[in-house]
């Protein structure tokens, strides 16, 4: 699929949106112009090194709607790269990020739509690269949902959601990764009725069909107690029953059974949200739990999860967008949010995998000093192979107002992984120092040195080291 087929589904999101009576858009267009040096633009191996010199320039707009029945968030960039001593290798690349809502009747019935175009390396040769290196590892990925949603309240005894989802994920250079899918689900809670004793039921459905012919169907049900013992104890227990077909060619494997979850909410102040639960499924004993807790001047995150996930669904979560262009030296974590591993995005390849996904991030701002740091942990276990995937990273940034419109920010990370099918490890290390100068609302500008080096056992694989030198010129309109 072409980026003008992306571009035209995107306007097949907003234009009930355009058509609206009521609609007043907010249009926000911008311009960056950067000057780039690279010692290794092909990300060669040591001794085969070759630099150059890139202008980039970025032209892009931002498009947002709020108000009545009808709201979208859009933002496009058209990213621009002219080689000064490989003409040929010139090259242009779009990218958005979009969603949009139109409430039909109002808080009631309303249709929910994402899309989003980008480009992502293909396979792990070149981990850490990115549009600017010559590596022939790279393809544009298009993702696209549409989801109605109905909410129904029952006075004060329950409230209910039933949802459909359709999802389509395109990956230009890799077919086998090209797949859609229909997720269908119905939750149903209890009221403010129940102040002291809560229920809830869930059932939900998926089923993802890729193009080389792996169908995947997941489908469980669900009901759910909880008992307030205080107003910030809680404890609840999960029975259900899951039944999970993961199918390929000739293969077929079938998981069914019963499922349970006891567990525990503890919310001593407003700041602090302790979970954890343990429990039972199909593929063992299960475990997860969540930790929030905001201080004074910074945050801290935790979240372990295990969960039948697939790279398909993975890009559709990445797709929800957060804007199309990031703050240079920005926090690890924006909004609760945390910003993802080059090494954290599992291989493009069909079929589920159980994941078991730890995460932690501590984040602040005190007077002139940012921080952030974050950690990560991945198991990944194929279900229709007996292959596996394992990452772990570790990454912290630092900011400085310097002056009052002048900062200074630097990064590091260390990521290591091994895949499925594959024998030792990939290492990658990056490193990020630079300056950034604030010159009224409308223009900034920002100088910045990077370094990545990564080390791999891979026979195929000999690794490579950069360093990179950019200075950038940014205004909005």
């Known amino acids: 699929m072409t980026w003008r087929d992306a571009l035209g589904l995107l306007s097949v999101m907003v234009s009930p949106l355009i058509l609206a009576q009521d609609t007043a858009w907010e249009f926000t267009p911008r311009l960056s112009l950067s000057q780039e040096y690279s010692d290794n633009i092909g990300l060669a191996p040591p001794g085969d090194e070759e630099s150059d010199f890139i202008t980039q320039l970025n032209t892009g707009f931002n498009l ?72 022939n590892n790279r393809g544009d990925v298009l993702t696209f949902s549409v989801s109605p949603v109905y909410n129904q309240q029952f006075a004060d005894l329950a409230t209910g959601q039933l949802r459909y989802s359709y999802n389509r994920v395109d990956v230009q250079g890799n077919a086998g990764s090209n797949s859609q899918l229909h997720t269908a689900s119905l939750n149903i809670d209890s009221g403010p009725q129940f102040s002291r004793f809560g229920w809830g039921f869930a059932m939900n459905y998926s089923q993802t069909d890729a193009d080389d012919g792996t169908s995947t169907t997941q489908q469980n049900a669900e009901v759910l107690g909880r008992w307030n013992v205080t107003d910030r104890l809680g404890l609840f227990a999960v029975v259900g029953y899951e039944q999970d077909d993961f199918d390929q060619d000739t293969q ?48 801290f995150t935790l979240d372990y999860t295990e969960s039948i996930t697939s790279a398909t669904q993975f890009e559709i979560d990445q797709s929800i967008p957060r804007g199309v262009n990031a703050t240079v030296g920005e ?27 730890l995460s932690a991030g501590y984040t602040g701002q005190r007077r002139k000093l940012g921080w952030g740091l974050r950690v990560f942990h991945e198991l990944r276990d194929y279900e229709i192979s007996d292959d596996s995937e394992e990452a772990q990273s570790i990454a912290g940034n630092l900011s400085w107002q310097w002056r009052p419109r002048t900062s200074l920010f630097a990064n590091a990370s260390r990521q290591e992984s091994t895949f499925a099918g594959q024998d030792g490890e990939e290492t990658l290390y990056a490193t990020q120092l630079g300056i950034s100068r604030q010159f009224g609302n409308q223009v900034s500008a920002s100088v910045q040195y990077s370094y990545r080096d990564l080390e791999s056992g891979q026979l195929d694989n000999d690794g490579y080291q950069e360093n990179r030198v950019s200075a950038t010129l940014q205004k909005t309109f």
Do not use: C
Request: overall charge positive; glycine content about 10%.
């Open 64 to 135: 947002n709607r709020e108000g009545g029945r009808a709201r979208a968030q859009l933002g496009y960039n058209l990213q621009s790269l002219f080689y000064w001593q490989g003409s040929n290798a010139s090259a242009l690349f779009h990218q958005f990020l979009g969603n949009g809502r139109i409430d039909v009747l109002p808080e009631q019935f309303f249709i929910e739509s994402t899309a989003s175009f980008s480009q992502r390396q293909l396979t792990r040769a070149r981990a850490g690269a990115d549009n600017l290196n010559l590596d």
């Open 331 to 357: 926090s690890l974590i924006v909004d609760g949010e945390p910003f993802l591993f080059d090494l954290e995005t599992p291989q493009l390849r069909s079929g589920s995998f159980i994941s078991k996904r």
């Open 252 to 299: 077929n494997t079938q998981s069914d059974g019963l499922t349970w979850r006891l567990g525990s909410t503890y919310e001593p102040s407003a700041r602090t949200l302790l979970e954890a639960f343990f429990g039972k499924r199909f593929f063992g004993t299960t475990y997860g739990a969540t930790a929030r807790h905001r201080m004074r001047n910074s945050q």
